[in-house]
């Protein structure tokens, strides 16, 4: 997966952190977990705060 994989993305959180409400999660910790997920290989250094919030919008529409 790459950051642009914005609904993958999603789904893969989605399970990764079943418990946690996404529209309170700061972009550091998403950017960490992001980062931690299996399968995901991009630079850490490509993901700015637009596509932060991309990922964090499909992760709640996801978890609804």
Do not use: C, N, S
Not at 21 to 39: E, K, N
């Amino acid at each position: 997966m790459k950051w642009t994989d914005i609904q993958d993305i999603a789904i893969a959180l989605t399970d990764a952190h079943p418990d946690v409400d996404p529209q309170y999660v700061r972009f550091t910790d998403l950017h960490r977990w992001v980062m931690a997920l299996d399968g995901f290989d991009d630079a850490a250094d490509r993901a700015g705060e637009k596509v932060l919030e991309a990922i964090q919008m499909a992760w709640i529409d996801e978890a609804r």
